[in-house]
């Protein structure tokens, strides 16, 4: 795995029991969705959420791979189609909660406030009187249950670089229509 800050607190089960687990699941670059799948299916969303971020890296070519993270710049280049693969996976198994489609729905309700989407999706916490963001690193304070997290909680997205990564993620255009909800 990724050197990325790995979330050690453990995923309450999602009620998945029903879901089947996909077998078609397309990469353009060859990376094999089966771990991520059947994270999101077994209820272990803080593995998904990991097995995202280091999918991320390694769709985003070999300089990202190389470095062990993805500079904004690169997202341009990621392939729609393992995109539109680690989303329909985050959709199914949240039941539509999850997901970088409803992550730019919470953007967009934000009006690209990062402040505010932050707020909408879970990742602040409030210390006393100060708000600040969730930390991931050590213990995470993330929600890692598909009943109690707001919508959008997941996937993460480190923001330690900037907030230009996601951002980027949010404007790919595979967003621009629906065409990644269509099953391959």
């Known amino acids: 795995m990724a050197d990325s800050g790995v979330p050690p607190t453990e995923s309450a089960p999602a009620d998945t029991s ?9 990469s353009d670059v060859g990376f094999d ?4 799948a059947s994270s999101l299916a077994a209820g272990d969303l803080t593995e998904a959420d990991q ?20 500079y904004w710049t690169e997202v341009k280049d990621i392939p729609s189609t393992d995109l539109a693969t680690i989303e329909r996976l985050w959709q199914q198994f949240s039941k539509g909660k999850f997901g970088y489609s409803v ?6 309700q934000s009006k690209g406030d990062f402040e505010q989407f932050c707020k909408k999706i879970g990742w602040t916490t ?17 929600t890692y249950d598909v009943k109690k997290a707001p919508e959008g909680h997941l996937p993460l997205t480190s923001a330690l670089r900037g907030t230009s990564l996601i951002k980027k993620l949010l404007e790919h255009p595979v967003w621009d229509n629906d065409d990644w909800k269509k099953a391959p």
């Open 33 to 36: 969705y089966v771990p991520l």
């Open 51 to 70: 097995i995202t971020r280091d999918a991320l890296i390694v769709i985003s070519g070999a300089k990202a791979k190389g470095r062990d993270f993805v």
């Open 103 to 108: 992550q730019k729905r919470k953007w967009r």
């Open 126 to 142: 409030t210390d006393g009187e100060v708000e600040r963001k969730k930390r991931w690193f050590g213990a995470s304070e993330f």
């Open 18 to 26: 029903d879901e089947m687990l996909p077998t078609n699941l397309p």
